[in-house]
């Protein structure tokens, strides 16, 4: 089986799209620092673009978090592999994804981080597969919806190759 990414979103899109949400979000957040919290790995050129877009005081913090199982399916249990190294309580957050699929994920980091009492808590995701959707969550801002196929670049991975792409691919598979 030969692999082979074919562009669903070009770079240029990609670009004025998270330009477009760099101003919704700085405007929702006026007068306030936007604790943003990249979810590693996919999300850390999503965060740093949109940041660098954001006319706004934010502060970069990390968390890892993965499912069991490593095939392009993800499953049900979430495991916190690397926590945030700073209290949130009182502080505007602002959690940053790549892709919001079953939604397991995110719906497992906001019930958690919400127990931290932060005064806002708020999603965001530049891309959204809504047709597989498991847990009931929902994003504060989307990028862009798409359909139920494998994604990958700008940040996201297929076996951790095709991060560094700087459009959103669809990986296909052809016999050889
Ligand atoms: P969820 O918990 O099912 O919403 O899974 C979200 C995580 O699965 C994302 O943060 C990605 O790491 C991964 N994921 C889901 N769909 C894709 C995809 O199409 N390409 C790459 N990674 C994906
Ligand atoms: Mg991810």
Same mark, same amino acid.
Request: charged share 50%; proline share 8%; no cysteine.
């Given at each position: 089986m030969k692999e082979r990414v074919e562009v669903l979103i070009s770079a240029a899109d990609v670009d004025k799209r998270v330009a477009q949400m760099a101003e919704e979000i700085g405007r929702d957040y006026a007068g306030k620092e936007i604790f943003m919290i990249c979810i590693l790995k996919g999300s850390v050129i999503f965060m740093s673009e949109l940041a660098k877009k954001l006319n706004h005081e934010v502060t970069f913090n990390f968390m890892k978090v993965s499912s069991y199982g490593n095939s392009t399916e993800s499953c049900g249990r979430i495991k916190i592999d690397m926590d945030l190294d700073e209290h949130i309580k009182g502080k505007d957050v602002l959690i940053i994804e790549d892709i919001v699929d079953t939604g397991r994920t995110l719906k497992h980091l906001k019930d958690l981080l919400s127990l931290r009492e932060p005064a806002s808590l708020k999603l965001c995701t530049l /891309?959204?597969?809504?047709? @597989? @959707?498991?847990?009931d969550v929902e994003a504060d801002y989307t990028g862009f919806v798409i359909p139920d196929d494998f994604v990958v670049g700008y940040g996201l991975d297929y076996a951790q190759r095709y @991060?560094? /792409?700087d459009y959103i691919g669809v990986l296909r598979f052809d016999e050889e």
């Open positions: /891309l959204d597969k809504p047709d @597989r @959707r498991v847990a @991060r560094n /792409l």
